[in-house]
């Protein structure tokens, strides 16, 4: 948690894989800065959250069978289970409600807290995610391959394959984060690391289906975030969210591929400060 804890709560979702610290300190620290309380946390089966069982990584039948077939993998739990994840994390700390912004997987758990659970949500942010739609384009093959190759298990090649992955989802030349990349990977690595867990999580998201005629009923003030350049969640997935909640405020970003740069902080630090504060002020 970063901030007064008396300020107004923002919740922050990571995506796929993510651990909470991917959300980077400064970046919350400035968040803060604006006047929230802002929480970061593992999602299940990441980190140090809570490990799950079950099937994990996906095997090449099933993708055969999801691409050429539409049939969804077997998943040891859904979206909606993580969505209430994070509606306890908020009844333990004691939050009726919170500004909630999610990126990529949490930004759909995030929609998924917003069309079950509107009483507790003030806003929405919604970033590089997606609606589920299967009729969306569909993420780049080498976007694709970075999902599902094994993930190493030595610290040396788990860090060179972050950096890697890292840039190839940033999209261009952020040198800024490319000097931090190693340190973040390091952190990533020692937290714990839990391959099976990031196999549920894919399987998670391919069964929960399409939101997209859900979202219709979403009541809470939405903006939705999204870059030009996303190799892995098309541009026109963002441009489908916002058209699907009533209301919703779209912002494109110019250059943003499926990460948040350091350049890029200020400017959607802005937009989340103003969308959150002028929530809560038409709701006084």
């Known amino acids: ?23 980077d300190d400064g970046f919350c620290e400035q968040l803060a800065a604006r006047g ?12 140090q959250s809570s490990r799950l069982s079950g099937a994990g990584r996906l095997t090449w039948w099933e993708m055969l ?33 919170a500004h909630i912004v999610g990126a990529s997987m949490g930004g759909m758990i995030a929609q998924e807290i917003a069309i079950d ?90 069964a929960s289906g399409s939101r997209k005629e859900r979202l219709a009923t979403v009541i809470a003030p939405t903006l939705v975030i999204h870059g030009t350049a996303d190799p892995l969640v098309d541009p026109k997935a963002g441009e489908e969210t916002a058209a699907s909640i009533p209301g919703a405020k779209l912002m494109i970003v110019q250059g943003m591929g499926h990460a948040i740069p350091i350049p890029m902080w200020a400017e959607i630090i802005d937009a989340i400060d103003k969308h959150a504060h002028e929530a809560s002020a038409r709701a006084a």
């Open 1 to 23: 948690m970063f901030g007064e804890p008396s300020a107004e709560p923002l919740v922050l979702i990571m995506g796929l894989a993510g651990q909470m610290v991917q959300w």
């Open 117 to 206: 659970f509107p009483e507790r949500v003030r806003s929405l942010v919604s970033i590089m995610s997606t609606t589920g739609d299967p009729d969306l384009p569909q993420p780049s093959d080498e976007a694709v391959a970075l999902l599902t190759e094994p993930q190493p298990k030595s610290r040396d090649k788990f860090i060179a394959r972050f950096e890697r992955n890292s840039k190839v989802l940033r999209v261009g030349r952020f040198p800024e984060d490319e000097a931090l990349d190693r340190s973040r990977a390091e952190r990533v690595f020692d937290r714990g690391l839990n391959p099976p867990g990031v196999g549920r999580q894919i399987r998670a998201v391919l």
């Open 36 to 47: 929230f309380c802002v929480i970061r946390f593992d999602n299940r089966d990441i980190g």
């Open 65 to 97: 069978k999801m691409r050429f077939l539409n049939i969804a993998p077997e998943a040891s739990y859904t979206l909606r289970d993580m969505a209430e994840d994070t509606i306890a994390l908020m009844d333990v700390l004691g939050i009726r409600s």
